[in-house]
């Protein structure tokens, strides 16, 4: 069963760099397939942020793109998220999900809620 | 605002039929890119429910069901129940700009 966990820092100060780790279970990330990041802020929708391939190339959202960097550690069957210059509208439960050739997401992470406050 | 459309609320008694209209456009679902649909229970992650337009991963009843034609997709339930009450969300693939991943709006289902 593949299983996706997230972590990282539930508070983070405005200006500074939101950081999260994905670790999977239960399938090799260096096997294939892209890997995705997705937010939720509260009480609102889903917005992609970026997804990434096994062999490192990403797709990052448009609006975020500035911002976004994602990585990947096949070594350690994770992949990583970093998100600079925050605010508070970047407070949001953030998920981490595998993402299949038909570009849906069969796999997701419980989420990790991420506020942005001093 | 998000780059697929969804109407914010529909509601339907125990045992009846409600659809979930996913509107786009020529970039993203009328480009023949395939249309899939989650459902995110209070508290919980999203669930893939529809895979390519109108596949049901294992385990997700038939009362589910879902299609799409031109610009437009549709999510289908039928035989209401009250677990059903959830938000869904439909979602493809843009590819203007570099192309990217997009999600409707999302749709929050009552059973009343």
């Known amino acids: 069963q593949v299983q996706l966990q997230e972590s990282g820092p539930g508070l983070v100060k405005p200006s500074e760099t939101l950081s999260l780790t994905c670790t999977v279970s239960g399938y090799s990330i260096s096997s294939g397939y892209y890997w995705g990041w997705i937010r939720q802020p509260p009480g609102k929708g889903l917005e992609w942020i970026g997804s990434i391939y096994h062999s490192g190339s990403t797709y990052y959202n448009p609006s975020l793109k500035s911002r976004v960097t994602i990585s990947v550690d096949t070594s350690k069957n994770q992949f990583s998220l970093k998100l600079s210059s925050v605010t508070a509208a970047d407070t949001a439960v953030y998920y981490c999900?595998?993402?299949?050739?038909?570009?849906?997401?069969?796999?997701w992470g419980q989420g990790t809620l991420v506020t942005v406050s001093s | 605002q998000s780059v697929l459309t969804q109407p914010p609320s529909v509601s339907g008694a125990p045992g009846q039929r409600v659809t979930i209209s996913c509107t786009g456009s020529?970039?993203?679902?009328?480009?023949?890119?395939?249309v899939h649909w989650y459902q995110q229970l209070p508290g919980t992650a999203p669930k893939l429910l529809i895979y390519g337009n109108n596949n049901r991963p294992s385990g997700v009843p038939d009362r589910f069901s879902g299609s799409k034609s031109g610009t437009s997709a549709s999510l289908a339930i039928t035989g209401l129940q009250a677990e059903d009450e959830a938000d869904y969300y439909c979602?493809?693939?843009?590819?203007?700009?570099?192309?990217?991943?997009?999600f409707g709006g999302g749709t929050k289902l009552t059973v009343l």
């Open positions: 979602q493809s693939y843009d590819s203007s700009l570099s192309g990217f991943w997009v």
């Open positions: 999900a595998r993402v299949l050739a038909a570009r849906n997401f069969d796999y």
């Open positions: 020529s970039s993203n679902i009328g480009a023949g890119y395939d």
